[in-house]
């Protein structure tokens, strides 16, 4: 009798991990190439993918980019938790200018670490929730979909600045890819010059984001599959 209780503690346990690992496979959640315009002329090039893994504390996502405009590559690799909260990023750019960053989060904060001539350490204010978003990278805007309409902080590593906006649900529309359309859902974050629209589909990969301030526009090269 001992023995058999012993085992039915055991095996739910093992049950609930199995399910939880289902729940959440490993994989490739979104790659893209995204043709970026400004004002309708060319503006370069961003390729992104987006993976959910096991980390040593759970489920994790790793979003990596690399991004080309007017001779300039920047390179990104943000890590978050299970909930989308970021936990480590790097940051290089190449060309008109050199920089290489890290930044790691610990408890509420945010430690930012820039390396070469302009060597610096700077500390954020980084609350459950707050995300990571560099101005001059779009896939980020990935996690800010994952929040329901309400108001979220940020930082921008990149260019040493915060801020804060809201995302709501603008509605239901098709984007186009030649003949195809595909359904998404449009969201817009922030407002004024900071405002930028963002499209996903219904598996919340990403089909277009817009700058309307800055005329940039930013468009998947072709339809998810």
């Given at each position: 009798?001992?023995?058999?209780?012993?085992?039915?503690?055991?095996?739910?346990?093992?049950?609930?991990?199995?399910?939880?690992?289902?729940?959440?496979?490993?994989?490739?959640?979104?790659?893209?190439?995204?043709?970026?315009?400004?004002?309708?002329?060319?503006?370069?090039?961003?390729?992104?993918?987006?993976?959910?893994?096991?980390?040593?504390?759970?489920?994790?996502?790793?979003?990596?980019?690399?991004?080309?405009?007017?001779?300039?590559?920047?390179?990104?690799?943000?890590?978050?938790?299970?909930?989308?909260?970021?936990?480590?990023?790097?940051?290089?750019?190449?060309?008109?200018?050199?920089?290489q960053m890290t930044a790691r989060r610990a408890i509420n904060l945010l430690t930012v670490n820039e390396e070469?001539?302009?060597?610096?350490?700077?500390?954020?204010?980084?609350?459950?929730?707050?995300?990571?978003?560099?101005?001059?990278?779009?896939?980020?805007?990935?996690?800010?979909?994952?929040?329901?309409?309400?108001?979220?902080?940020?930082?921008?590593?990149?260019?040493?600045?915060?801020?804060?906006?809201?995302?709501?649900e603008v509605g239901r529309e098709n984007i186009m890819?030649?003949?195809?359309?595909?359904?998404?859902?449009?969201?817009?974050?922030?407002?004024?010059?900071?405002?930028?629209?963002?499209?996903?589909?219904?598996?919340?990969?990403?089909?277009?984001?817009?700058?309307?301030?800055?005329?940039?526009?930013?468009?998947?090269?072709?339809?998810?599959?």
């Amino acid at each position: 009798m001992g023995m058999w209780l012993r085992v039915v503690r055991v095996v739910p346990a093992a049950l609930v991990l199995a399910v939880s690992a289902g729940a959440q496979p490993s994989g490739i959640i979104d790659e893209a190439n995204f043709t970026l315009t400004r004002a309708g002329a060319p503006f370069g090039t961003e390729y992104f993918k987006i993976i959910r893994r096991l980390g040593s504390d759970g489920v994790e996502y790793v979003a990596q980019c690399t991004r080309t405009m007017e001779g300039t590559i920047i390179r990104t690799a943000l890590t978050a938790d299970s909930a989308g909260n970021p936990t480590t990023y790097t940051r290089a750019m190449t060309g008109g200018s050199q920089t290489q960053m890290t930044a790691r989060r610990a408890i509420n904060l945010l430690t930012v670490n820039e390396e070469g001539r302009a060597a610096s350490s700077r500390d954020y204010v980084f609350t459950p929730g707050t995300l990571i978003l560099d101005d001059d990278v779009i896939h980020q805007l990935y996690f800010v979909t994952w929040r329901d309409p309400r108001a979220i902080g940020f930082v921008a590593p990149g260019g040493r600045v915060t801020g804060h906006g809201t995302v709501t649900e603008v509605g239901r529309e098709n984007i186009m890819f030649g003949r195809v359309a595909v359904p998404a859902i449009h969201y817009a974050f922030g407002e004024g010059d900071a405002r930028r629209e963002i499209w996903i589909d219904s598996d919340r990969r990403l089909l277009k984001v817009s700058n309307p301030a800055r005329q940039i526009v930013g468009t998947r090269d072709r339809p998810p599959r």
